[in-house]
């Protein structure tokens, strides 16, 4: 849960699936022409906790990583 809380600190949600097709030989969005590639990240799957629980661990994630956000 550390992990996705510090990660939407930055604005980066690991808890949705983001993949995109890029053109293999430029590395650019693809455009339907060229060979294509997969790329991006399959999502983590976090168990249920209670709303006090998340409420406790956002206050902990804030306390330890809101100094290296500024």
Known sequence: MVL??????Y????TNDEHVAINADTGEEYDGYG????AGYSSILMPEISESSKL???K???SLFSKSIK
């Open 11 to 14: 604005d980066f949600d690991v």
């Open 4 to 9: 996705v809380l510090f990660c939407k600190l």
């Open 35 to 38: 060979p294509v590639s997969v």
């Open 60 to 62: 902990v994630v804030t």
């Open 56 to 58: 406790e661990m956002q």
